[in-house]
């Protein structure tokens, strides 16, 4: 079974700030990452699908890159409504799919 | 509005059986794939089960694998989860949500989340 790692697991930034998670796959899995956002008492929301494409609605600060075994979400200037916590999930495999452990962003 | 409501949640003793249920609204409900997803309260989440539009394909967790079966209904555009010999560590939200890409059971992502409904094992 593939299975996923982020970093952090937790951190602290002010508005404005660029700030970067990393996603990992214990096994190659092409470009089917997908991120989403979780705030508290709400469903996940997608909003990074197949590593890169950005979904509808979704602000532009927010982008996705990697490949293979190793994908990055950026939040370019950081905003107070994105605290949040971010997951990412393979689709690699048929069909199953994997989330990672997640990652709590807070605003300073 | 493309809307997943999730319903059948409860309080339920361990060894139990609860079905869940997700009703499916305004997108071509059979065109496309469906899973359910659980979050233990606090914690992260878990891709639990999914259906492939015409249920040609099924896959389970492994920590579900034999105890949770899942199904739909495309006439009655729902989506269930039949839970039997339910366990503690199986209380979390119980989330639904559909595939991005019509067709495909996997390669794709989840585009539309219900809100969840609780179950909760305890004696």
């Known amino acids: 079974d593939i299975q996923m790692t982020q970093s952090p697991s937790s951190l602290s930034a002010s508005v404005g700030d660029r700030v970067t998670i990393t996603c990992r796959a214990s096994q190659t899995i092409n470009k089917y990452l997908n991120w989403y956002q979780q705030k508290p008492g709400r469903a996940p929301k997608l909003l990074i699908y197949e590593t890169s494409s950005l979904q509808s609605g979704v602000p532009s600060r927010f982008s996705g890159s990697g490949s293979e075994t190793e994908f990055t979400l950026t939040i370019s200037s950081l905003q107070p409504e994105d605290s949040a916590t971010y997951f990412c999930?393979?689709?690699?495999?048929?069909?199953?799919?994997?989330f990672g452990p997640g990652t709590k962003v807070a605003i300073k | 509005e493309v809307q997943l409501v999730e319903s059948g949640g409860g309080l339920v003793q361990p060894g139990m059986s609860l079905r869940l249920s997700c009703a499916a609204s305004?997108?071509?409900?059979?065109?496309?794939?469906m899973h359910w997803v659980r979050q233990v309260p606090g914690k992260g989440l878990e891709w639990v089960s999914g259906?492939?539009?015409?249920?040609?394909?099924?896959g389970y967790g492994d920590s579900v694998k034999g105890r949770f079966s899942i199904s739909r209904d495309n006439r009655k555009t729902s989506l269930y989860l039949q839970m039997n010999s339910l366990r503690p560590e199986d209380t979390a939200w119980y989330f639904c949500a559909k595939s991005g890409l019509p067709y495909v059971s996997g390669k794709t992502w989840f585009d539309i989340w219900g809100q969840g409904t609780l179950v909760t094992v305890s004696s």
């Open positions: 999930q393979q689709s690699y495999t048929v069909p199953l799919f994997t």
């Open positions: 259906v492939s539009w015409n249920s040609g394909i099924i």
């Open positions: 305004e997108f071509t409900f059979d065109d496309y794939a």
